[in-house]
C-alpha cells in the first residue's frame, strides 16, 4: 500500500511540477517577447479590426479599410474577427507573420454562438435541455469546424442573465436563473476550449458580456442597467465567475452602463473584481465600439478620453473603435496611461496565443483540407439532432394528444415557418450556410400521413439572407380562408407559429411578446374550424400564450433549433423521442407581469389578504402562465420519499428523493432540487435552484436521486460582496419544476461546519 501511495503522490506532484514548468516556459517566452517590443506595437496588440465589418456591427469608416491592411502589415494589429475560413485566415496570417517586425501572429475571432455551419439549437433552446452533457457536446462540435475554418477564438458563452421577455438577446443565454446558467456557461466553456488549447480543434472562448447588460430597463438593447449589489453578486455575476473557474481565456465587456459606469470603463467591474478577486488571467476585449461609446454615455469627453479611462479600466483590447492606435501611445507620454497598464494588457494578450500555440505554428488552423472534411458530417449532424429533440419543452398536453399516430391522418400543417428553411437556425449563425435547416414539413415528409400545408398569415417578408433587412409585415391575412378551409378538411391541425429567427437577437427587442403579424388571428380561426390543434412554436423568447394556452390542447415549444430543427420536431411530434426540455425562463401570463421569474423575494406584503393592501395586481395574477422548469413528458412521474439528513461534522445536507416513472414509455427526466432560506441578514429568494440532474428512467421503474448540498449551496453574497453562511432554517423541494414538487425543511444549527 505504501508503495502505491508513494508512486501515486510522486506521479500527482511531476504532473503538478510539468504544470508548473509548462506556465513559467509560457511566462518567459512572453516576457523575452515583450522586452523586444516597441510601445507602438505592444499597442497594436490590443488593437482589434473586424475583416466583413457589414456581419456584426456598424461600418467603420473608409479611411480605416484602406490603412487597415498597412496596420497588419506594420505589427499594428493583434486580432481579427470575421476573418473567415481557413485559406483567407492564412492570408491574412501571412500579412502579419511574414511581414511585421517580430512576426507575431494574429489571433482570429468569430462569433460561433451556436455550432458553426452545422447550427445547433439557439443557446436558450440548448439551456432547456438541461443537459450539461448535450450542451458540452455542442460546443465541442462548434469549435471542431470553426476551428477547422481557420479560428481560433470565439465570443462565447454569453451568460447574461435575464429575466425580461422582451429583450432580443435573451435567445443567446441560458435563461433567468444563476445555477442553471452557470452550469451551463462552464458546460460551453469546457466545450469550446477542450482538454488542450493548443490542440488544432479546440479554441479560445470569451465569457461575455461582462456584466449585467441582460438587466437593460425594459428589456430595450443597449438600456442603462441599475441593480443592487444584492442581484448583482447573487444572480448576475455567478455565471461570469463559474467560466473563470472552468478556465475561461477571455472575457467581453458590455455595452451598457452599470449603476452609472459604462461596463467598457468600469475598474470595479473589471480590475477589481474580475481581475483582483477572482484572479482572471486572460484578457478583456471590449464589445464592438463600446469604448467609443462612452462618448454617448456622457462618461469620456472625446475618443482620447475615452482611451484613457478604457486602459486605466483593464479593458486590454479595443474591438473596432480604433481609440488605442491612435491615442494610447501620446497617453502613456504623458503620464495618464501608466506602462504597466499596457504591459499588462499585452501580456495577457500574448499568454493567450501562446496558449493556442500559435507561436509554434501560427497556420495551425489553417487546413482546408480539415475543413473540408469535418464541416456538417454526419456525426455533428446527428450531435444537433439530438440536442435539439432534448432542447424540445411540451407545455401542454391535453387528453394526451400527442404523440401523434403515425399513419391513416389527415394532417393540415398551417403557418409561413412550417416550410422555412432559413428561421430555425435562428439569429447569431453567422457560418451557416442559409435554408439548409430541415424545416417541418421535411421533417414530417419522413412519416405517413398524408400532409397538406397552407401559409395562413405573412408576418414576415424580405431578404431573410441578411440580418438587417428582415421586413415584419404585420398586415396580411389574405391566406386565413384557404388554411381553415384546410383545417376544416383534415384531421389534425400542426400550427406552426412564433417569431423569425432574425426577430430575435441584437436590436430585436419587442415591446409586445405576443404572436408577431396576423398569427393570433390564425390560430383562432383555425382553432374555430377544427380544435384538434397542436400548436408547435418557434421563437427565441418567451411569448404571451394565455389565449393558447386556454383553448389549444398540445403546446410544443420548439424555439429555433438550428440545422435539424424539422427532424427533431417531428420525431417528437410522432413519439420517437419523448420529450424532455424545461423552461429556463419563466412564461409570463401577460407582459404586463414582466419582469417575473420564480426566485422573487416574499416582501413584506406576499399576501394574498382579503384588502388590497398587499402586492399584487388588481387586473392579474401574480402567478406566470409556465414556471421556471416546466416541461411535460409523454410518460408520468412520481416523487416521493423525500429525505433530509444534516450533517453538521462534515458541514453536508445530504437529499434524496425516489423518482418512479409511472407511466408507459421510457423517459427523462430534470429532476431539480430548490432551497429556501427562511431568514438571513440579506432577504434570500422564496426559492432558489440548488441542484438538478437528467436522469433516464425506463417505464414502470424508479430510481433514488441524490443531491448534497455545502455551503456553496447554503451561502449567499452580502451586499460587500462577501460570500456568507449562517446557520437557521430552510425549506427544501425537490420537483419536477420551481412550482411543484416534494417539500421539507431542515435547520442548521451553530455547530454546523460550513
Ligand atoms: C456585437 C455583440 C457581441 C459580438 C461582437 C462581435 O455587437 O454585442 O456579442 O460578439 O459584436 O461580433
Known amino acids: 500500500m505504501f508503495r502505491f501511495l508513494f508512486l501515486f503522490y510522486s506521479i500527482v506532484i511531476i504532473a503538478g511540477c510539468a504544470v508548473k514548468a509548462q506556465e513559467d516556459s509560457a511566462q518567459n517566452k512572453v516576457e523575452e517577447l515583450l522586452a523586444q517590443m516597441t510601445l507602438e506595437e505592444k499597442i497594436g496588440q490590443m488593437n482589434q479590426y473586424s475583416s466583413f465589418y457589414d456581419v456584426t456591427g456598424p461600418a467603420p469608416g473608409a479611411g480605416y479599410q484602406k490603412d487597415r491592411y498597412e496596420h497588419v502589415k506594420n505589427g499594428l494589429v493583434g486580432s481579427m474577427l470575421n476573418v473567415r475560413g481557413a485559406e483567407q485566415v492564412r492570408k491574412m496570417q501571412e ?41 458540452e457536446q455542442s460546443a465541442r462540435i462548434a469549435a471542431v469546424e470553426a476551428s477547422a475554418a481557420g479560428l481560433n477564438w470565439t465570443f462565447a458563452p454569453m451568460v447574461d442573465i435575464c429575466r425580461d421577455a422582451r429583450w432580443g438577446r435573451l435567445m443567446e443565454g441560458a435563461g433567468e436563473d444563476p445555477f442553471l446558467g452557470s452550469a451551463v456557461a462552464a458546460a460551453r466553456v469546457k466545450g469550446f476550449q477542450g482538454d488542450n488549447l493548443a490542440a488544432p480543434n479546440t479554441i ?4 461575455k458580456h461582462f456584466a449585467a447588460y441582460g438587466f437593460a430597463e425594459a428589456g430595450k438593447d443597449y438600456n442603462t442597467a441599475d441593480i443592487g449589489l444584492s442581484t448583482l453578486y447573487n444572480v448576475v455575476l455567478p455565471p461570469f465567475k463559474a467560466t473563470v ?5 477571455t472575457f467581453m465587456n458590455s455595452f451598457n452602463e452599470l449603476n452609472g459606469i459604462p461596463a467598457t470603463g468600469d475598474v470595479f467591474l473589471q480590475r477589481d473584481i474580475l481581475k483582483g478577486e477572482w484572479g482572471f488571467n486572460g484578457f478583456i476585449v471590449s464589445d464592438w465600439g463600446s469604448i467609443t461609446e462612452m462618448l454617448y454615455h456622457g462618461f469620456a469627453s472625446d475618443g482620447k478620453h475615452a482611451s484613457e479611462i478604457a486602459a486605466n479600466a483593464g479593458s486590454d483590447m479595443d474591438m473596432e473603435s480604433h481609440l488605442y492606435l491612435k491615442h494610447l501611445k501620446e497617453l502613456v507620454d504623458e503620464g495618464k496611461v501608466d506602462n504597466e497598464h499596457i504591459d499588462d494588457a499585452v501580456k495577457r494578450i500574448l499568454t493567450v496565443k501562446h496558449n493556442l500555440g500559435l507561436f509554434d505554428d501560427p497556420y495551425k488552423y489553417c487546413d482546408v483540407t480539415r475543413e473540408k472534411n469535418v464541416t456538417m458530417s454526419k456525426e455533428h449532424l446527428d450531435a444537433s439532432l439530438d440536442i435539439a429533440k432534448k432542447s424540445i419543452v411540451l407545455l401542454k398536453n391535453e387528453n394526451n394528444m400527442l404523440p401523434l399516430s403515425k399513419s391513416g391522418k389527415k394532417i393540415a400543417v398551417i403557418g409561413q415557418l412550417a416550410d422555412n428553411k432559413n428561421s430555425p437556425l435562428g ?24 400532409i397538406s400545408h397552407a401559409q395562413g398569415v405573412k408576418f414576415f417578408e424580405g431578404q431573410e439572407a441578411f440580418i438587417h433587412e428582415l421586413k415584419i409585415n404585420n398586415e396580411d391575412e389574405s391566406g386565413i380562408p384557404e388554411a381553415v378551409e384546410l383545417a376544416k378538411s383534415s384531421d389534425v391541425v400542426i400550427l406552426v407559429l412564433g417569431e423569425h429567427g432574425y426577430m430575435t437577437g441584437e436590436g430585436r427587442s419587442r415591446a409586445h411578446i405576443d404572436l408577431p403579424g396576423k398569427q393570433q388571428k390564425l390560430m383562432e380561426e383555425v382553432y374555430a374550424a377544427n380544435s384538434n390543434v397542436v400548436l408547435v412554436l418557434m421563437n427565441g423568447r418567451p411569448l404571451d400564450l394565455d389565449w393558447a394556452n386556454g ?16 427532424h427533431a420536431i417531428a420525431q417528437v411530434l410522432y413519439g420517437d423521442y419523448n420529450p424532455s426540455g424545461k423552461l429556463p425562463m419563466t412564461f409570463p401570463k401577460n407582459g404586463g407581469q414582466i419582469p417575473i421569474y420564480y426566485n ?7 399576501g394574498p389578504s382579503g384588502l388590497v393592501f398587499w402586492s399584487h395586481y388588481i387586473d392579474e395574477t401574480n402567478m406566470p402562465l409556465y414556471p421556471f422548469g416546466h416541461g411535460l413528458s409523454y410518460t408520468t412521474y412520481k416523487y416521493s420519499d423525500l429525505q433530509v439528513n444534516v450533517d453538521s461534522l462534515s458541514g453536508v445536507v445530504n437529499v434524496s428523493v425516489e423518482v418512479a416513472n409511472t407511466g408507459d414509455m421510457d423517459g427523462d427526466e430534470v429532476v431539480q432540487l430548490y432551497i429556501r432560506d427562511k431568514v438571513a441578514s440579506v432577504t434570500r429568494p422564496v426559492r432558489e435552484l440548488k441542484g438538478f440532474e437528467k436522469v433516464t428512467i425506463s417505464a414502470g421503474s424508479s430510481k433514488t436521486i441524490k443531491f448534497k448540498l455545502t455551503k456553496d449551496q447554503l451561502g449567499f453574497y452580502n451586499n460587500q460582496g462577501k460570500f456568507v453562511t449562517e446557520p437557521g432554517q430552510f425549506d427544501v423541494m425537490v420537483g419536477w419544476s420551481s412550482k411543484d414538487g416534494v417539500v421539507s425543511n431542515f435547520t442548521l444549527g451553530d455547530n454546523f461546519q460550513f
Open 245 to 249: 473557474d472552468a478556465g475561461v481565456q
Open 551 to 566: 383553448n389549444i390542447p398540445a403546446i410544443v415549444e420548439a424555439w429555433h433549433l438550428g440545422t435539424q430543427s424539422g
Open 95 to 135: 500579412v502579419a507573420v511574414e511581414n511585421s517586425r517580430l512576426g507575431i501572429p494574429l489571433i482570429f475571432g468569430f462569433d460561433v454562438i451556436h455550432g458553426f455551419k452545422t447550427t445547433m439549437p439557439v443557446p436558450i433552446a440548448e439551456a432547456a435541455s438541461w443537459d450539461m452533457d448535450a450542451v
Open 427 to 450: 439569429n447569431w449563425r453567422l457560418a451557416a450556410d442559409d435554408n439548409t435547416a430541415v424545416s417541418v414539413i421535411e421533417g414530417l415528409g419522413e412519416y405517413g400521413n398524408e
Open 204 to 207: 479560445a472562448a470569451c465569457t
Open 600 to 606: 422573487y423575494k416574499n416582501t413584506g406584503r406576499p
